[in-house]
């Protein structure tokens, strides 16, 4: 049995046989000193928590260093501006009847020098403006062709309808410009709901190709009810045919709507004015007589002037220079050049078929309108409005010999229908035909009044003040009436303005609007061409409507320019 003493000893002895104290310290040898292996176990039990310890911290060092050395650029987002979208509104549909309504406001731009005094129709404005279009009128139409200058040559001739500065001579048929023309000269809401029915009117009844035709156009109407009767061919096909698209684009024109920009009748002037091209011959006529190659030629030079589409400059250069190849030759009595007259300065008027010594006014008043609007195309009109001038002057004076005792502002004048110039006095032209000498063979006053201000004449010129006084002496007051009176007028009074203009407008205006057809049928958007009263008026439905839409355009269409400012 062993001792307590051994007893003892063997208690301090670990697990592995190891002595320790008894009171839990280290054993010291017998030097004094710790024991090596349990000094170097503890010391390598500390380091390895020491270097685990390191490890981490470095790792998440280099983590941290990482995120922050290496960050995603940053970048610049735009602003996003969230907004609601409205649902499309619900399509309208077309109101079959264009009825009066009351009490409905012009709401155009009036200017305050020009008061309008015609109270406004009460009819619901439909939408007559161009898809795309600014309020600043667009540059149209030559700007030195100004309004102050007289006459001469292809310099500066007066821009009947320059709409001052860069505006040109067109610049008020669309956009802001037209609206102000509107408020500031008397049209209405009406007149514009008018325009626009009959221009909805003439795209109903273009023909596939292009063209307008008198007497199968109400084949193209797809629209139920009533259809619109055939016209007539009043010469040959070609010429109605030719005259009435001249016409029909001269609408669309007249409105601010050409072949170029985004506008809801693009396609139908692009057509007709394509059909209209086809149809010139290679001498550059347009159809076999001078009025329609007149019309035609009128057509092609102002959208060119209102589009710079250089593909119209040759054709419509050519069309007036047949104009000017077809001018009437001053000549004494007996057909005999008059002294120191040349094929260029001795020229008149024009007639129907060739250069002749006849000076038919008609047809003269188409050439002369024709040559006005090419020389605002910047087209060559050579002495063309020299000799038109001397025409009209020859033409007033032999007709009213009481001119030089004229009061400028009660004295009326006369015009003729035809001035045979080889007998140096005026005529009426004798159809040989008692119904139409009533209605045409007496008067053309209407035309010697436009032809005057186109020609450079002003208000309170004694020309200009006559050929007004007769206009105002028999204003129409109900319809129908002769259509090519009203629309030559109409155009006359506008520039003559003033108080007799104010009253021809109050008349003629309404009467206009309240006799447009509004039906839903084929006929809605047009005028009956019954009774119209002038030669040529059997043409039909398509010619009383092209007239009447012109003269309710009359407000924009060329800027009033004979009344002095």
């Known amino acids: 049995m062993p001792n307590s003493s051994d007893s003892r000893a063997k208690s301090t002895q670990g697990p592995a046989g190891e002595e320790d104290s008894a009171d839990g310290t280290d054993a010291i040898g017998a030097d004094g000193a710790p024991d090596d292996d349990r000094l170097r176990r503890v010391t390598a039990g500390w380091a390895g928590w020491a270097i685990s310890a390191s490890f981490h911290l470095l790792l998440i060092l280099l983590m941290a260093s990482i995120y922050f050395l290496v960050s995603t650029p940053e970048i610049d987002v735009p602003p996003v501006r969230v907004t609601t979208i409205e649902p499309p509104p619900k399509p309208v549909e077309k109101p079959k009847e264009r009825a009066l309504q009351a009490e409905v406001q012009l709401d155009i731009e009036a200017e305050s020098d020009h008061p309008n005094p015609i109270s406004q129709l009460d009819l619901p404005v439909e939408d007559s403006e161009r898809e795309e279009e600014s309020d600043s009128p667009v540059a149209k139409g030559r700007e030195e062709a100004v309004a102050d200058s007289e006459m001469g040559g292809s310099g500066a001739f007066m821009a009947i309808g320059s709409g001052g500065g860069s505006a040109g001579m067109f610049g008020s048929r669309s956009g802001g410009g037209r609206k102000r023309a509107v408020g500031r000269f008397g049209g209405s809401k009406g007149s514009e709901s008018a325009v626009d029915a009959a221009l909805r009117w003439l795209k109903r009844h273009q023909d596939p190709n292009g063209m307008w035709n008198a007497v199968s156009y109400p084949n193209n109407c797809t629209d139920g009810g009533g259809r619109c009767e055939p016209g007539s061919n009043a010469y040959d096909e070609e010429s109605t045919s030719v005259a009435l698209t001249g016409y029909a684009l001269l609408c669309f024109l ?58 119209l400059k040759q054709p419509a250069q050519r069309g007036v220079d047949v104009i000017l190849a077809t001018q009437c030759l001053d000549s004494a009595p007996g057909g005999a050049p008059a002294a120191g007259s040349s094929a260029s300065s001795g020229r008149l008027g024009w007639d129907y078929i060739t250069s002749t010594t006849r000076n038919d006014s008609s047809v003269t008043g188409w050439n002369v309108m024709a040559l006005k609007s090419a020389l605002a195309a910047g087209l060559n009109v050579g002495a063309g409005m020299d000799g038109a001038k001397r025409w009209l002057e020859r033409v007033w004076q032999n007709a009213n010999p009481q001119w030089r005792s004229l009061d400028a502002y009660t004295g009326r004048a006369i015009m003729p229908y035809a001035y045979w110039d080889d007998s140096h006095r005026m005529t009426f032209l004798d159809h040989g035909n008692a119904e139409v000498d009533k209605h045409v063979g007496v008067n053309l006053s209407c035309v010697g009044m436009v032809c005057a201000v186109f020609l450079g004449h002003h208000a309170g010129d004694p020309m200009l003040e006559s050929f007004a006084n007769e206009a105002i002496a028999s204003i129409p007051a109900a319809y129908p009436f002769n259509t090519y009176y009203v629309y030559y007028n109409t155009l006359g009074m506008f520039q003559v303005g003033g108080e007799r203009w104010k009253r021809w407008n109050g008349s003629v205006r309404d009467v206009l609007v309240n006799a447009q057809r509004k039906e839903a049928s084929c006929f809605d958007g047009s005028w009956d061409w019954k009774d119209t009263r002038f030669y040529g008026s059997d043409i039909g439905r398509v010619l009383s409507t092209v007239y009447n839409c012109l003269s309710l355009e009359v407000y924009y269409r ?8």
């Open 558 to 565: 060329y800027a009033q320019v004979a009344v002095k400012k």
């Open 254 to 311: 007249g409105a601010g709507f050409d072949h170029q920009t985004p506008n809801k009748y693009k396609a139908t002037v692009t057509k007709g004015l394509a059909w209209l091209l086809a149809a010139q011959h290679p001498d550059g006529r347009f159809g076999i007589r001078n009025y329609e190659n007149a019309v035609a030629s009128m057509a092609i030079a102002e959208v060119y002037a209102m589009t710079g589409d250089p593909s």
